[in-house]
């Protein structure tokens, strides 16, 4: 399975949107493969902080529907319509 997963990591392209899945695979094989991995896991690692992973990352929370604002507005259009449907209920049982 690791391998499998190592060799289609190993074909992503320097681009930061791949900075992430670059350093989550580092770091699951930093944690499950005995001795840490060695080179490769450094090499993912490495990958990933000069494509600025975290700046990537901190960016994409700053996003919809990470900051909240999507959910925020969710949240009251169901409100809304709860509501209205349940005045519509009040004014025909009169």
Not at 74 to 90: A, G, R
Request: with cysteine.
């Amino acid at each position: 399975m690791f391998q499998a997963i190592d060799k289609a990591v190993q074909l992503l392209g320097a681009e930061q949107p791949h900075g992430p899945l670059l350093l989550s695979w580092a770091v699951i094989r930093q944690l499950f493969i005995e001795g840490g991995g060695g080179q490769l896991t450094k090499k993912y690692g490495n990958q990933a902080l000069q494509l600025n992973v975290f700046d990537f990352i901190l960016d994409m929370l700053s996003l919809e529907p990470f900051c909240g604002k999507s959910v925020r507005r969710l949240c009251k259009y169901l409100i809304y319509i709860f509501l209205i449907s349940k005045k519509k209920l009040q004014v025909t049982s009169l």
